[in-house]
Protein backbone atom coordinates (compact mmCIF):
# COMPACT_ATOMS: atom_id res chain seq x y z
CA UNK A 1 0.00 0.00 0.00
CA UNK A 2 1.49 3.60 -1.34
CA UNK A 3 1.90 6.13 1.91
CA UNK A 4 -0.99 7.99 0.65
CA UNK A 5 -3.32 5.35 0.83
CA UNK A 6 -1.95 4.73 4.27
CA UNK A 7 -3.16 7.86 5.24
CA UNK A 8 -6.51 7.66 3.76
CA UNK A 9 -6.95 4.13 5.07
CA UNK A 10 -5.98 5.92 8.80
CA UNK A 11 -8.50 9.26 7.80
CA UNK A 12 -11.30 6.89 7.07
CA UNK A 13 -11.10 4.39 10.06
CA UNK A 14 -11.78 7.39 11.71
CA UNK A 15 -8.69 9.62 12.96
CA UNK A 16 -5.59 10.06 11.55
CA UNK A 17 -3.22 11.96 14.11
CA UNK A 18 0.14 13.61 12.69
CA UNK A 19 3.46 15.03 14.71
CA UNK A 20 5.65 18.00 13.52
CA UNK A 21 8.67 17.07 12.84
CA UNK A 22 11.53 19.66 11.76
CA UNK A 23 14.33 17.38 11.07
CA UNK A 24 14.57 12.86 10.03
CA UNK A 25 15.84 12.70 13.49
CA UNK A 26 11.75 14.33 15.10
CA UNK A 27 10.32 12.45 12.31
CA UNK A 28 11.28 9.00 13.36
CA UNK A 29 10.86 9.62 17.11
CA UNK A 30 7.51 10.33 15.94
CA UNK A 31 7.38 7.17 14.16
CA UNK A 32 8.77 4.98 17.36
CA UNK A 33 6.21 6.73 18.98
CA UNK A 34 3.23 5.32 17.13
CA UNK A 35 2.03 8.54 15.45
CA UNK A 36 0.04 7.58 12.38
CA UNK A 37 1.99 10.75 9.95
CA UNK A 38 4.52 13.04 10.09
CA UNK A 39 3.28 16.78 9.95
CA UNK A 40 6.42 18.33 7.71
CA UNK A 41 5.66 21.86 10.13
CA UNK A 42 6.95 25.02 8.36
CA UNK A 43 7.08 26.52 11.77
CA UNK A 44 9.03 24.27 13.12
CA UNK A 45 11.61 24.21 10.56
CA UNK A 46 11.52 28.15 10.72
CA UNK A 47 12.32 27.72 14.21
CA UNK A 48 14.82 25.15 13.87
CA UNK A 49 16.75 27.70 11.19
CA UNK A 50 16.20 30.45 14.06
CA UNK A 51 13.73 32.77 11.88
CA UNK A 52 9.99 33.74 12.10
CA UNK A 53 7.36 31.43 10.45
CA UNK A 54 6.89 34.35 7.71
CA UNK A 55 7.55 32.68 4.02
CA UNK A 56 11.91 33.20 5.10
CA UNK A 57 12.55 30.47 4.46
CA UNK A 58 12.80 29.11 0.86
CA UNK A 59 10.46 26.14 -0.65
CA UNK A 60 13.80 24.08 -1.92
CA UNK A 61 15.46 24.12 2.14
CA UNK A 62 11.40 22.76 3.13
CA UNK A 63 11.70 20.70 0.41
CA UNK A 64 15.31 18.70 1.54
CA UNK A 65 14.18 18.30 4.75
CA UNK A 66 10.82 17.20 4.08
CA UNK A 67 12.61 14.38 1.23
CA UNK A 68 15.14 13.69 4.16
CA UNK A 69 11.79 13.00 6.15
CA UNK A 70 10.50 10.73 3.85
CA UNK A 71 13.68 8.81 3.25
CA UNK A 72 14.42 8.02 6.55
CA UNK A 73 10.83 6.96 8.23
CA UNK A 74 8.21 4.88 6.50
CA UNK A 75 4.87 7.17 7.83
CA UNK A 76 3.18 9.09 5.48
CA UNK A 77 4.63 12.67 5.31
CA UNK A 78 2.20 15.56 4.98
CA UNK A 79 3.88 18.55 3.86
CA UNK A 80 2.75 22.00 4.88
CA UNK A 81 3.21 24.16 1.45
CA UNK A 82 1.74 27.27 3.39
CA UNK A 83 0.16 29.35 0.81
CA UNK A 84 2.49 27.46 -2.28
CA UNK A 85 4.98 29.63 -2.46
CA UNK A 86 3.03 31.73 -5.17
CA UNK A 87 0.15 31.84 -7.47
CA UNK A 88 -1.37 28.16 -8.83
CA UNK A 89 1.94 27.97 -11.29
CA UNK A 90 3.94 27.74 -8.51
CA UNK A 91 1.56 25.66 -6.64
CA UNK A 92 1.52 23.11 -9.88
CA UNK A 93 5.57 23.42 -9.73
CA UNK A 94 5.96 22.59 -6.09
CA UNK A 95 3.40 20.26 -5.17
CA UNK A 96 5.22 18.27 -8.33
CA UNK A 97 8.33 18.20 -6.67
CA UNK A 98 7.13 17.11 -3.15
CA UNK A 99 5.02 14.07 -4.25
CA UNK A 100 8.32 13.18 -6.50
CA UNK A 101 9.97 13.50 -2.69
CA UNK A 102 7.59 11.21 -1.59
CA UNK A 103 5.24 13.20 0.55
CA UNK A 104 1.88 11.38 1.11
CA UNK A 105 -0.17 14.67 1.65
CA UNK A 106 0.07 18.34 1.08
CA UNK A 107 -1.54 21.29 3.00
CA UNK A 108 -1.87 24.46 0.79
CA UNK A 109 -3.39 27.34 2.82
CA UNK A 110 -5.31 30.43 1.84
CA UNK A 111 -3.03 33.31 2.90
CA UNK A 112 -1.31 36.39 0.93
CA UNK A 113 2.71 35.39 0.09
CA UNK A 114 4.71 36.27 2.01
CA UNK A 115 2.48 35.48 5.29
CA UNK A 116 2.21 35.72 8.43
CA UNK A 117 2.54 32.69 10.58
CA UNK A 118 -0.90 31.72 12.20
CA UNK A 119 -0.68 31.65 16.16
CA UNK A 120 1.13 34.77 16.73
CA UNK A 121 -1.31 37.62 18.51
CA UNK A 122 -1.54 40.47 16.25
CA UNK A 123 -0.01 38.08 13.14
CA UNK A 124 -0.45 39.87 9.61
CA UNK A 125 -3.43 37.78 8.75
CA UNK A 126 -4.41 38.43 4.93
CA UNK A 127 -6.22 35.74 2.76
CA UNK A 128 -6.26 35.83 -0.84
CA UNK A 129 -10.21 36.05 -2.57
CA UNK A 130 -11.75 32.50 -2.61
CA UNK A 131 -11.99 32.15 -6.43
CA UNK A 132 -8.05 33.03 -6.16
CA UNK A 133 -7.42 29.94 -3.76
CA UNK A 134 -9.82 27.29 -5.44
CA UNK A 135 -7.68 27.72 -8.50
CA UNK A 136 -4.41 26.84 -6.42
CA UNK A 137 -6.19 23.87 -5.15
CA UNK A 138 -7.50 22.82 -8.73
CA UNK A 139 -4.11 23.43 -9.69
CA UNK A 140 -2.48 20.87 -7.41
CA UNK A 141 -4.59 18.03 -7.96
CA UNK A 142 -3.78 18.51 -11.14
CA UNK A 143 -0.42 17.58 -11.14
CA UNK A 144 -1.04 14.95 -8.74
CA UNK A 145 0.68 11.51 -10.36
CA UNK A 146 -0.98 8.98 -7.64
CA UNK A 147 -4.87 9.85 -8.06
CA UNK A 148 -4.56 8.80 -4.15
CA UNK A 149 -2.03 11.85 -3.02
CA UNK A 150 -3.84 13.40 -0.71
CA UNK A 151 -4.75 17.02 -1.24
CA UNK A 152 -5.53 19.41 1.90
CA UNK A 153 -7.03 22.84 1.35
CA UNK A 154 -6.47 25.03 5.12
CA UNK A 155 -8.59 27.72 5.35
CA UNK A 156 -7.36 30.57 7.97
CA UNK A 157 -10.46 32.27 7.91
CA UNK A 158 -10.65 32.35 11.46
CA UNK A 159 -7.47 33.12 12.28
CA UNK A 160 -8.28 36.50 10.04
CA UNK A 161 -11.08 37.12 12.29
CA UNK A 162 -13.64 36.94 9.69
CA UNK A 163 -15.92 34.81 11.42
CA UNK A 164 -17.67 31.70 11.10
CA UNK A 165 -19.93 32.12 7.67
CA UNK A 166 -16.44 33.26 5.51
CA UNK A 167 -15.05 30.68 7.37
CA UNK A 168 -17.62 27.88 5.96
CA UNK A 169 -18.07 29.64 2.54
CA UNK A 170 -14.48 29.22 1.85
CA UNK A 171 -13.95 25.69 2.96
CA UNK A 172 -17.50 24.82 1.27
CA UNK A 173 -16.06 26.23 -2.06
CA UNK A 174 -12.31 24.41 -1.09
CA UNK A 175 -13.98 20.70 -1.18
CA UNK A 176 -16.08 21.79 -4.06
CA UNK A 177 -12.90 22.27 -5.52
CA UNK A 178 -11.58 18.78 -4.74
CA UNK A 179 -10.24 19.39 -1.38
CA UNK A 180 -9.74 15.94 0.01
CA UNK A 181 -9.89 17.34 3.62
CA UNK A 182 -10.42 21.21 4.63
CA UNK A 183 -7.92 22.38 7.45
CA UNK A 184 -9.87 24.42 9.76
CA UNK A 185 -7.43 26.98 12.07
CA UNK A 186 -8.21 28.77 15.34
CA UNK A 187 -6.39 30.79 17.53
CA UNK A 188 -8.87 31.01 19.93
CA UNK A 189 -7.74 30.00 23.67
CA UNK A 190 -10.99 27.62 23.81
CA UNK A 191 -12.09 24.92 21.01
CA UNK A 192 -15.26 26.68 20.95
CA UNK A 193 -14.81 28.59 17.83
CA UNK A 194 -13.64 25.41 16.44
CA UNK A 195 -16.79 23.02 18.27
CA UNK A 196 -19.08 25.39 16.34
CA UNK A 197 -17.49 25.48 13.25
CA UNK A 198 -17.17 21.52 13.24
CA UNK A 199 -21.18 21.34 14.24
CA UNK A 200 -22.08 23.54 11.30
CA UNK A 201 -19.95 21.37 8.52
CA UNK A 202 -22.08 20.06 6.19
CA UNK A 203 -19.53 19.61 3.49
CA UNK A 204 -18.33 15.96 1.65
CA UNK A 205 -15.12 15.69 3.04
CA UNK A 206 -13.60 15.06 6.53
CA UNK A 207 -11.97 18.09 8.57
CA UNK A 208 -8.68 18.88 9.91
CA UNK A 209 -7.79 20.08 13.13
CA UNK A 210 -4.33 21.74 14.78
CA UNK A 211 -5.79 22.14 18.28
CA UNK A 212 -1.97 23.89 19.70
CA UNK A 213 -4.03 26.74 21.79
CA UNK A 214 -6.97 24.91 22.81
CA UNK A 215 -5.50 21.17 24.01
CA UNK A 216 -8.42 20.30 25.93
CA UNK A 217 -10.26 19.09 23.01
CA UNK A 218 -8.35 15.63 22.46
CA UNK A 219 -9.06 13.01 20.31
CA UNK A 220 -11.88 11.42 21.65
CA UNK A 221 -13.91 14.17 21.95
CA UNK A 222 -13.05 14.90 17.70
CA UNK A 223 -13.55 11.43 16.80
CA UNK A 224 -17.26 11.73 18.64
CA UNK A 225 -18.04 14.45 15.97
CA UNK A 226 -17.91 12.22 13.67
CA UNK A 227 -16.18 14.66 10.59
CA UNK A 228 -13.14 15.19 11.86
CA UNK A 229 -10.20 12.73 9.83
CA UNK A 230 -6.59 14.23 10.49
CA UNK A 231 -5.52 15.98 14.08
CA UNK A 232 -1.89 17.48 13.68
CA UNK A 233 -0.41 18.16 16.84
CA UNK A 234 1.90 21.18 15.14
CA UNK A 235 4.84 22.43 17.07
CA UNK A 236 5.43 19.67 20.01
CA UNK A 237 8.88 18.42 19.04
CA UNK A 238 9.97 21.79 18.37
CA UNK A 239 8.73 22.87 22.12
CA UNK A 240 9.99 19.36 23.24
CA UNK A 241 13.65 19.81 21.99
CA UNK A 242 13.91 23.71 23.44
CA UNK A 243 11.92 22.30 26.90
CA UNK A 244 15.00 19.44 26.96
CA UNK A 245 18.01 21.66 25.83
CA UNK A 246 17.22 24.57 28.00
CA UNK A 247 17.22 22.67 31.09
CA UNK A 248 20.41 20.50 30.25
CA UNK A 249 22.06 23.43 28.80
CA UNK A 250 21.24 25.46 32.26
CA UNK A 251 22.21 22.45 34.27
CA UNK A 252 25.80 22.15 32.88
CA UNK A 253 26.29 25.67 33.51
CA UNK A 254 24.59 25.84 36.77
CA UNK A 255 26.84 22.80 38.14
CA UNK A 256 30.03 23.51 36.10
CA UNK A 257 30.39 20.11 34.31
CA UNK A 258 28.43 17.38 32.59
CA UNK A 259 28.26 14.67 35.58
CA UNK A 260 24.65 15.67 36.65
CA UNK A 261 23.22 16.18 33.12
CA UNK A 262 25.02 13.14 31.63
CA UNK A 263 22.68 11.01 34.40
CA UNK A 264 19.48 12.39 32.73
CA UNK A 265 19.86 12.69 29.01
CA UNK A 266 20.19 9.56 26.59
CA UNK A 267 23.31 7.27 26.11
CA UNK A 268 25.07 8.49 23.29
CA UNK A 269 24.54 4.18 22.20
CA UNK A 270 20.42 5.64 22.02
CA UNK A 271 21.70 8.03 19.06
CA UNK A 272 23.93 5.60 17.81
CA UNK A 273 20.52 3.55 17.82
CA UNK A 274 18.61 6.25 15.95
CA UNK A 275 21.59 6.62 13.30
CA UNK A 276 20.67 3.01 12.19
CA UNK A 277 24.28 2.46 12.92
CA UNK A 278 23.91 -1.25 13.71
CA UNK A 279 22.63 -1.51 9.87
CA UNK A 280 26.03 0.10 8.45
CA UNK A 281 28.16 -1.81 10.49
CA UNK A 282 26.14 -5.04 8.83
CA UNK A 283 26.75 -3.43 5.82
CA UNK A 284 30.92 -3.10 6.55
CA UNK A 285 30.68 -7.29 7.51
CA UNK A 286 28.91 -7.79 4.09
CA UNK A 287 30.26 -5.93 1.24
CA UNK A 288 34.00 -4.30 2.65
CA UNK A 289 36.67 -7.55 2.75
C1 LIG B 1 2.96 24.70 11.19
O1 LIG B 1 3.24 23.84 12.04
O2 LIG B 1 3.81 25.23 10.46
C2 LIG B 1 1.56 25.12 11.02
C3 LIG B 1 0.65 25.00 12.15
O3 LIG B 1 1.23 25.59 9.94
S1 LIG B 1 0.59 26.56 12.92
O4 LIG B 1 1.96 26.94 13.27
O5 LIG B 1 -0.26 26.41 14.10
O6 LIG B 1 0.01 27.51 11.99
MG1 LIG C 1 2.83 26.21 8.80
Redesign the pocket.
Known amino acids: MSRAAQLRARIAAGLAHAM?AHNPLSARLAEEAGFDAI?A??????AAYGVP?ASLLSYGQHLEMTRAMAEQTALPVIA?L?TGYGNAVNVMHVVGAYERAGVAAV?I?DKRFPKD???LAGGRQELVGTEEFTGKIAAALSVRRDAGFVVIA?TEAL?AGLGQGEALARARAYAAAGADLVLV?SKQRTPDEVMAFIAAWDGPVPLAL?P?LYPDLDEARMRATGKVGLV?Y??HAIRAAVTAMQAVFRRIRAEGGIAGADRDIVAVEEIFRLQRVAEMKAAERRFIP
Request: aromatic share 8%.
Open positions: SWSGFELSDDDVETSLRIHVTIGN
